[in-house]
């Protein structure tokens, strides 16, 4: 199953990290470097780490762009703008075949991630001879990356190989995985990295603000999203807590710095590498033509919810219009150049928590707090206060309403959502939110077995022991 993992170089060979990005440059040498010797070196070992962050922004890929653009095209998130793209098609009308190439890169790029970080535990719990802070901070770095990166595959594609070893005979025909072990090895990698590391960021004297690397606070906000996601209400609302409360991080009061690589209220981004684009989001979604047509667009249906006055409109959304018709895309990140490098991915940001921490208190029935958390975010939208919520139903939709407008074009926060939470309707009882959603918003398409996209069929191939996702060939 994993036989293009192991002709990675990066398990035998240290990656080039790219000289010209200090933050990111670690100091490997020119030529090849055998695992053996990685971890008897400080600085061999740190490259090791920030090759996975490389790795996961060198490209158009899962980590880079991907779970913004196809999560959001799979749901009534984003829609196509002037033309419907060929790899956009299968996405908008939620009919991917398991030979879709976008899916298989994503599953292929996020195991070698996995790999990645697979072998950078197996190296840093093993003999070593790494300084001890740094060998806690990189250790605690490969836990979260291994974590997060599980957390995505199993809200893709539901029961995955749970692959922990660098052993191809190991791997090479598991089966897959119980969605619940997956989850239960994600808390585990994020209670590691929690004890491993400080809430301080590793910086330099360039780049003395960004949080492109993790610290235990990040680890925190994962958990947080993790734990609600499992609907252990208190201990997300313990984690969010933590977070908001710390002192680190606060909410930018003009949204047009909410995405720029020196916001207050980043927990953790990713620095960009790409030669053409600060970001893939500012590169798909920002017509190189400032009075062009946009490629995407936010859908009709979420537009339709905004509210009067809400300062998101004004200040995340781009409209224009073509030919008498208006399109209406995402404009949370504002470049679609290299340059100036303004602009950095943004992986966990503290908005975020509070709607965790809003829905989970919801769901404690503590919903005055609920309320306060959501009004945090409405005030900063420039929106009145909520008022005469009395009910848990009622809280949970002013959750989702929140949720979707802060959240959108973001990481496939809309179409998680939409398949973990149930469906409000009576006619629809035994139901998730997303066939109440998605039945209504694709009555054409969609069916109940779309919730999870296929199991790359290349890999059932190659690995006999997988079986494919229900509604799949």
Known sequence: MYKWAVAIPFVTVLPLIMGCNKLLDAGTPDGKVVTSEVYKSDSLAQAAVI????????????????????PGLSCDDLAAGNTVVATDQPFLSNTLPSSNKEVRYIWANTYLYIYQCNDLIEGLTGKNSITPALHDQLLGEAYFLRAFSYFYLVNLYGEVPLVLSTD???????????????????????????????????????????????????????????????GQWANAAAAASEVIQSGVYQLETDLLQTFRYNSMETILQFMPVLE??????????????????????????????IEPGDKRKTNWVRTVTVSSKQYNSPFKYKLNTATPREEYNMVLRLAEQYCIRAEARAMLDQLPDAVNDLNTIRKRAGLPDLTNITTQTQAMAAVEQERRMELFAEWGHRWFDLKRWPARSATHPNDKRIDEIMSAYRPTYWKTTAAFWPIPSDEITRNPALVQNEGYN
């Open 51 to 70: 090759g996975i962050y490389f790795k996961m922004m060198e490209s158009f890929g899962p980590f880079n762009g991907y779970m913004s653009r196809y």
């Open 276 to 305: 053409t684009y600060n970001t893939a989001e500012g590169g798909w979604f920002v017509p190189i033509n400032p009075n062009g047509r946009p490629a995407l667009t936010l859908s009709d249906s979420l537009l339709k919810y």
């Open 168 to 230: 191809y005979t190991k791997s090479a025909n598991m089966p897959r995985t119980a969605v619940t072990d997956v989850y239960n090895q994600i808390v585990d990698d994020l209670q590691n990295a929690q004890n491993l590391l400080k809430v301080a960021y590793v910086t330099t004297p360039e780049f003395p603000n960004a949080r492109v690397r993790v610290n235990r606070l990040a680890v925190r906000a994962l958990q947080a999203r993790i734990y609600l996601y499992l």
